[in-house]
């Protein structure tokens, strides 16, 4: 059975910095993507940064240039260092990974940033 672990939240202030950490474990034969989503309080999920299967980052533009996602493919690893944070990057922020037969999610952790 596949499963990704999230480790790193917690509580920052406005302008601190939080680094957050993926790990993919079980049979994994490929990876296509992998990355990081999150959901705030009242809104829907959404994409925060992945590596898709052309190995290039995608950002959303609220966090461009404050985030920064990194891998270890051989490791099933991926991580998120987050600066300069806001306290509308406060969210429950979700790790995933994409094989080419399955996509796994994993149970998220709470990012808070309070101003």
């Known amino acids: 059975q596949v499963q990704v672990v999230e480790s790193g939240g917690g509580l920052v202030q406005t302008g601190g910095s939080l680094r957050l950490s993926c790990a993919a474990s079980?049979?994994?034969?490929?990876?296509?993507?992998m990355g990081w989503y999150r959901r705030a309080p009242g809104k829907q999920r959404e994409l925060v940064a992945t590596f898709t299967i052309g190995g290039r980052p995608n950002y959303a533009d609220s966090v461009k240039g404050r985030f920064a996602i990194s891998r270890d493919y051989a490791r099933n690893m991926v991580w998120l260092q987050m600066n300069s944070l806001k306290p509308e990057d406060t969210a429950v922020y979700y790790c995933n990974l994409r094989t080419p037969n399955l996509e796994v999610w994993g149970q998220g952790t709470l990012v808070t940033v309070s101003s």
């Open positions: 079980g049979s994994i034969f490929g990876i296509n993507a």
